[in-house]
């Protein structure tokens, strides 16, 4: 079946713009996760839904990241007035039940975002 | 602070030898432990997990290995493959509160050479 698809695969954006990246999820995945990946590094935690609630998001570098989900599917993060140190691989995630620690979390291609 | 450590970033490995891959953590609270792998311009790919009840688990070639006591896992790959050239990520969770958040090293480029 159909995995998790993320859209743009790239964007470039200048520095103050703000940016739109979406995520459709595994259908009837119930948990969706947001991931930051910078250059060299491994994903590191954004946010966390389950279906339209967002019930962690302590890893949002800055108020400027905001992440929404309300119908409980699709997914969209939106960075405003983007900064050079935002470029980064941005990666979705969903698992099927409400999370559980052993719950695979099935990532997308992700979208590279390069602030210039 | 790095709570998981990958301490080389790459490792070459002739086809059909074995690939090891080892990995390091700080937080004795992780209890569950995956490996992903990645290959360019994909998402990471879940790949074998263990839990801290156990020391060892095994799937086909892919081998993983904890040792609580040192903190320290491992991958082993038997034998290796040209199609295993990719990055792996190795990553922990913890059981309680905040259960489903994954901390990622940051990773080792394997190249499995023909």
């Known amino acids: 079946g159909a995995g998790v698809s993320q859209s743009p695969r790239y964007k470039v954006a200048k520095r103050g713009q703000d940016v739109a990246l979406r995520c459709d999820p595994i259908s009837g995945h119930v948990s969706l996760f947001w991931y930051q990946q910078a250059l060299g590094q491994g994903p590191e935690f954004l946010t966390y839904?389950?279906?339209?609630?967002?019930?962690?998001k302590s890893g949002l570098p800055s108020d400027r990241f905001f992440a929404e989900r309300p119908e409980g599917s699709v997914s969209t993060l939106k960075i405003q007035r983007t900064q050079k140190e935002d470029s980064a691989v941005y990666l979705c995630?969903?698992?099927?039940?409400?999370?559980?620690?052993?719950?695979?979390?099935?990532f997308g291609p992700g979208t590279r975002l390069t602030v210039l | 602070d790095q709570q998981v450590k990958q301490n080389s970033p790459s490792l070459s490995v002739q086809e059909g030898r074995i690939s090891i891959l080892n990995c390091d953590y700080t937080?004795?609270?992780?209890?569950?432990f995956l490996w992903y792998k990645k290959y360019p311009a994909e998402g990471p790919t879940f790949l074998i997990s263990?839990?801290?009840?156990?020391d060892k688990n095994e799937d086909g070639r892919f081998t993983v290995f904890l040792n609580k006591s040192a903190k320290h896992l491992s991958l082993h790959i038997v034998p290796s493959q040209p199609g295993d050239s990719a990055v792996y990520f190795c990553a922990a969770s913890r059981s309680g509160g905040s259960n489903y958040k994954l901390t990622f090293g940051k990773g080792t480029l394997l190249t499995v050479n023909p």
């Open positions: 995630a969903s698992s099927l039940r409400l999370a559980e620690y052993t719950d695979t979390q099935y």
């Open positions: 263990i839990s801290s009840i156990k």
């Open positions: 839904f389950q279906n339209e609630a967002q019930l962690d």
């Open positions: 937080n004795s609270m992780f209890d569950y």
